[in-house]
T-cell receptor
Framework: GAGVSQSPSNKVTEKGKDVELRCDPI?????LYWYRQSLGQGLEFLIY????????KSGLPSDRFSAERTGGSVSTLTIQRTQQEDSAVYLC??????????FGQGTRLTVV | GENVEQHPSTLSVQEGDSAVIKCTYS??????FPWYKQELGKRPQLIID?????GEKKDQRIAVTLNKTAKHFSLHITETQPEDSAVYFC????????????FGSGTRLLVRP
């Protein structure tokens, strides 16, 4: 596709359930980032993938959060046993080595 | 770890006035500094960026300045217009083995007509 695509665009889940959020980066982009944005807040770094290197997981808030990137392309962010404080917009971005990072439209997660 | 501080958190200016947003970064190895604009309900989009070998860059009404010694960089918007109202994020990134992009906390700019 022409841009970064995220799915679903909206997700409502019950507290305690697991959720998977998907990101399709721009073809050929080696870097992929996940950020969390709570209402009216900034862009909280979660995890970063760069090529075949080990991901930088330093931003993941707890061991309930994990992410994979298969074949250097599609990425899935998984949140286990969701809590109400996990409610936020989850943004994915991709870039080549040293140029602009492009964002997807985000997944709005609501935990009820 | 890496950190980017951004000020002010909110900024209100009269249409036609200038707006300045400032950021400070902690990682001295950072050498790429983009600025993103996020309109309400939309994704962040790049508006201007600067690399460490340049001290200033302009694009029409927008300019960014960089002081590597002080680890400061700033966004300047001149002749502000109501459509400039948005949240602005600064960021920094190393360009060696780690290209992690770290963002500031954002500045909500309101341009009053």
């Amino acid at each position: 596709g022409a841009g970064v695509s995220q799915s679903p665009s909206n997700k409502v889940t019950e507290k305690g359930k697991d959720v998977e959020l998907r990101c399709d980066p721009i073809s050929g982009h080696t870097a992929l980032y996940w950020y969390r944005q709570s209402l009216g807040q900034g862009l909280e770094f979660l995890i970063y993938f760069q090529g075949n290197s080990a991901p930088d997981k330093s931003g993941l808030p707890s061991d309930r959060f994990s992410a994979e990137r298969t074949g250097g392309s599609v990425s899935t962010l998984t949140i286990q046993r969701t809590q109400q404080e996990d409610s936020a917009v989850y943004l994915c971005a991709s870039s080549l080595w040293d140029v602009e990072a492009f964002f997807g439209q985000g997944t709005r997660l609501t935990v009820v | 770890g890496e950190n980017v501080e951004q000020h002010p958190s909110t900024l209100s200016v009269q249409e036609g006035d200038s707006a300045v947003i400032k950021c400070t970064y902690s990682d001295s190895a950072s050498n790429y500094f983009p600025w993103y604009k996020q309109e309400l309900g939309k994704r962040p989009q790049l508006i201007i960026d600067i690399r460490s070998n340049v001290g200033e860059k302009k694009d029409q009404r927008i300019a960014v300045t960089l002081n590597k010694t002080a680890k400061h960089f700033s966004l300047h918007i001149t002749e502000t217009q109501p459509e400039d109202s948005a949240v602005y994020f600064c960021a920094s990134r190393r360009e060696d083995s780690s290209y992690k992009l770290i963002f500031g906390s954002g500045t909500r700019l309101l341009v009053r007509p």
